[in-house]
T-cell receptor
Framework: GAGVSQTPSNKVTEKGKYVELRCDPI?????LYWYRQSLGQGPEFLIY????????DSGLPNDRFFAVRPEGSVSTLKIQRTERGDSAVYLC??????????????FGQGTRLTVV | AQSVTQLGSHVSVSEGALVLLRCNYS??????LFWYVQYPNQGLQLLLK??????LVKGINGFEAEFKKSETSFHLTKPSAHMSDAAEYFC????????????FGGGTRLMVKP
């Protein structure tokens, strides 16, 4: 596709429920990132994939959060037993390769998750 | 560890006035620095980036930023604000030893008055 696509754009769920957020990166981009943006704050890193493997998951806040990228393209962020504090905009980004050379990451429009 | 501080969560300027958004970073290695803009209900869009070439970096929409190592700063400027510049601006640092992710500042909301 032309850009990074995230679905759904909005998700409202009840406390304690399970949710899945999907990210379709730009075709050919091997690196994929998930960030979380709470209200009034900058995005915070969650997890980074290089191909199919999670190269760095140090930003995941706890074991309720998990992400997969089984075929090295689409990624799903999974949140179990959601809490009201999980409410935020979840952003996905992709780039051509490892960002150590300053490679630009392209961001999707995000999924706004509201836990009620 | 890396960090980014954006001074001023809200900045208001008049249309046609100079825009100055401040960003200071902390990094133990030479950093790559970025400015992103976020319009309402949209994703982050790259304005410009510094990757250890020229210290004065020009970006889209007339914005530019100057990397000053001695001041650990990467302030964003535009000579003349336009109404369409109203948005949230984020400064970010990517360290080569940092696992390639971005560390963002808290953001600055720019308001442009007619």
């Amino acid at each position: 596709g032309a850009g990074v696509s995230q679905t759904p754009s909005n998700k409202v769920t009840e406390k304690g429920k399970y949710v899945e957020l999907r990210c379709d990166p730009i075709s050919g981009h091997t690196a994929l990132y998930w960030y979380r943006q709470s209200l009034g704050q900058g995005p915070e890193f969650l997890i980074y994939f290089q191909g199919t493997g999670a190269a760095d998951d140090s930003g995941l806040p706890n074991d309720r959060f998990f992400a997969v990228r089984p075929e090295g393209s689409v990624s799903t962020l999974k949140i179990q037993r959601t809490e009201r504090g999980d409410s935020a905009v979840y952003l996905c980004a992709s780039s051509l390769n490892r960002g150590g050379l300053g490679t630009e990451a392209f961001f999707g429009q995000g999924t706004r998750l509201t836990v009620v | 560890a890396q960090s980014v501080t954006q001074l001023g969560s809200h900045v208001s300027v008049s249309e046609g006035a100079l825009v100055l958004l401040r960003c200071n970073y902390s990094s133990s290695v030479p950093p790559y620095l970025f400015w992103y803009v976020q319009y309402p209900n949209q994703g982050l869009q790259l304005l410009l980036k510094y990757t250890s070439a020229a210290t004065l970096v020009k970006g889209i929409n007339g914005f530019e930023a100057e990397f000053k190592k001695s001041e650990t700063s990467f302030h964003l400027t535009k000579p003349s604000a336009h109404m369409s510049d109203a948005a949230e601006y984020f400064c970010a640092v990517m360290g080569v030893n940092a696992g390639n992710m971005l560390t963002f500042g808290g953001g600055t909301r720019l308001m442009v008055k007619p």
